[in-house]
Nanobody, 127 residues
Framework: QVQPVESGGGLVQAGGSLRLSCAAS????????MGWFRQAPGKEREFVAA????????YYADSVKGRFTISRDNAKNTVYLQMNSLKPEDTAVYYC????????????????????WGQGTQVTVSS
């Protein structure tokens, strides 16, 4: 079992950048797909980005394509989310999650396909 722990959130002005980190315990980290989700007040948790374990293939929500980049360092058991050109609508709690065995692309996008979750880190973008 992999247990994610997020860090790196904070307050930033619109147009700015932040990098989130997710450190995951567990010796089998490099066998898990990892994803980032976010949840704004009063809204459902939504998919942001994901990366598979084998070749680093990435998936993005349309709302963040071209602005956010997900990456992973298996030697450090860490996944990152580089967020550029931030907008006020990116304000949310960001969660890192581990997905043990996605067998098709669709399984990267839904919360119920993920096995373990971090506690979240707040990102606030001011206008």
């Amino acid at each position: 079992q992999v247990q994610p722990v997020e860090s790196g959130g904070g307050l930033v002005q619109a147009g700015g950048s932040l990098r989130l980190s997710c450190a995951a315990s567990g010796r089998t980290f490099n066998r898990y797909a990892m994803g980032w989700f976010r949840q704004a007040p009063g809204k459902e948790r939504e998919f942001v980005a994901a990366i598979n374990w084998s070749d680093g293939y990435t998936y993005y929500a349309d709302s963040v394509k071209g602005r956010f980049t997900i990456s992973r360092d298996n030697a450090k058991n860490t996944v990152y989310l580089q967020m550029n050109s931030l907008k006020p609508e990116d304000t949310a709690v960001y969660y890192c999650a581990a997905n043990k065995n996605p067998t098709e692309s669709a399984q990267y996008y839904y919360t119920y396909d993920y096995d373990s979750w971090g506690q979240g880190t707040q990102v606030t973008v001011s206008s």
